[in-house]
């Protein structure tokens, strides 16, 4: 008779192996997907920040000049569509009647913040003696274009 005796085995398989470096991989893989998803959003988050102040500088900008000058005067000044201009010191300098309106895109002119060009346009109209503004910011960072 014969006595057989089994060796313990010892370490990992081959598939084992390959099965636990696939699973690593995978979870690398996704924790990386997140982080750049998380630096996006913040990204775009802080994108959004920099349109609101650009935004509020503009509503400012027309409360300003409401102050300073007659209705009439403001009034139409201010009506219409217009490119807001971010080097002008006086009102009228610092809008113009812009006619080449293509959607969201106003000129080629706005406010470069780390190399992201930010462009302004506002939109006033009259709702009997009492002006409306409407600020739509618009900027293109590369990965998508924000409004």
Excluded: P
């Amino acid at each position: 008779m014969k006595n057989h005796t089994h060796k313990q085995q010892a370490g990992f398989s081959m598939m084992e192996v390959l099965f636990a470096l696939v699973l690593l991989g995978m979870v690398l893989v996704g924790i990386a997907l997140l982080m750049t998803r998380s630096l996006v959003t913040a990204s775009n988050a802080r994108y959004r920040d920099i349109a609101n102040g650009l935004a509020q500088e503009v509503i400012e900008l027309y409360h300003r000049e409401r102050t300073l000058h007659t209705w009439e005067d403001f009034r139409t000044a201010g009506l219409g569509t217009h490119c807001i201009l971010s080097s002008a010191a006086h009102f009228n300098d610092a809008i113009h009647a812009d006619t080449n309106f293509t959607g969201a895109d106003c000129t080629t002119e706005g406010v470069t913040i780390n190399g992201i060009l930010f462009q302004r346009k506002a939109v006033a109209v009259d709702n009997a003696g009492k002006l409306s503004v409407t600020v739509t910011v618009s900027w293109k960072s590369g990965r998508s274009d924000g409004n």
